[in-house]
């Protein structure tokens, strides 16, 4: 049976490819808009113009926060551009958005869909407040599968990651929430690479929506490549819908991760307690002060496993 999910997210065009996905692989019953990639308008519009293209209108649109929950609101037009979905040629929208507000919507799902797994893939102010909202939301909600964070170093500082700096408060709030929750990083999302030859063979397809698809990743992965020296866009987001519907993609290792929140250079920053994983360093140093693990964290991928499926998901697409 297909994990019934909402996408949280900010599109953006790794955006995009998780909504793809998601929208084959999972019982997908929502998708909520953030500020992040863009402002909360454009990427609210971008949503909307992605469903119209894929034929997914059946999926309601939920807009939700304009802002974070204390900093000023923060784009990245240097990778996605300034509508934030730069590349493609797409028509106006016309689908109408839902009526509720996306936090409204999000309580209201967790109470009439049981078994309800969140997929945010943007900053996580929606998901925050919804917990803060209602106490209760986080015993509805079976896991979180979010992008956000890094084993390693950020992306947009050397220490965080996007999704975390722009609102490492509301991260805060649901890194402590409780819910089981399955981390997908930079560490991990840095080795799916939308190379050219990836590129082409998304092109090949030939089909709307993926030529859609081969605009927004020729121009991502040409704004990614000039950034981080990548040679070609990272499959950030769609890794989190990977993570849920098939374990032969990511490997992942539960760890205590505290979202740092006070650091001059360091906000927004995972700090993953990774010490238990070394039995040399175990037999030397026991976690003595560590915090029981609050998530699977993703510690190896499977490239071309993840390219096998998104390939052959994006070709059912109209
Ligand atoms: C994350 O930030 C955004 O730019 C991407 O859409 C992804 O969610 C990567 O750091
Ligand atoms: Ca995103």
């Given at each position: 049976?297909?994990?019934?999910t ?8 790794d ?5 793809l ?12 808009t ?35 929950l ?23 929208p ?35 407040i ?189």
């Amino acid at each position: 049976m297909k994990p019934t999910t909402i996408i949280d997210c900010d599109p953006g065009h790794d955006d995009v490819m998780a909504i793809l996905l998601g929208g084959r692989t999972t019982d997908l019953r929502g998708i909520t808009t953030v500020h992040g990639n863009a402002s909360l308008a454009q990427t609210t519009r971008n949503a909307r113009q992605v469903v119209e293209f894929a034929g997914l209108t059946h999926v309601p649109i939920a807009e939700g926060m304009p802002q974070p929950l204390v900093r000023v609101a923060q784009h990245a037009p240097y990778v996605h551009g300034e509508s934030g979905l730069d590349g493609p040629t797409l028509a106006p929208p016309t689908v109408p958005l839902h009526p509720s507000h996306a936090v409204d919507f999000l309580l209201e799902q967790s109470t009439s869909l049981s078994e309800l797994v969140l997929l945010p893939i943007g900053p996580l102010t929606n998901i925050a407040i919804a917990l803060k909202r209602d106490p209760g939301f986080a015993s509805r909600v079976k896991q979180i599968s979010l992008m956000g964070g890094s084993l390693t170093f950020g992306n947009v500082t050397p220490a965080a990651e996007f999704n975390l700096w722009c609102d490492p408060e509301a991260a805060h709030v649901v890194f402590t929430s409780g819910i089981p929750i399955k981390m997908i990083g930079l560490n991990v999302t840095h080795q799916v690479l939308a190379t050219e030859p990836y590129r082409k063979r998304v092109r090949a397809i030939g089909s709307t929506t993926a030529t859609h698809v081969a605009d927004m990743l020729d121009f991502y992965s040409a704004r990614e490549t000039a950034y981080t020296g990548l040679a070609g866009g990272s499959m950030h987001d769609p890794l989190a819908v990977a993570a849920l519907i098939d374990p032969t993609i990511l490997t992942f290792e539960p760890m205590h991760v505290a979202v740092e929140i006070h650091g001059r250079d360091t906000a927004g920053m995972t700090l993953c307690d990774g010490r238990h994983l070394g039995p040399d360093f175990r037999a030397l140093k026991p976690r003595t002060r560590g915090e029981a693990p609050n998530a699977e964290v993703a510690v190896a991928v499977d490239a071309g496993r993840f390219w096998e499926l998104f390939l052959d998901v994006l070709a059912t697409y109209p």
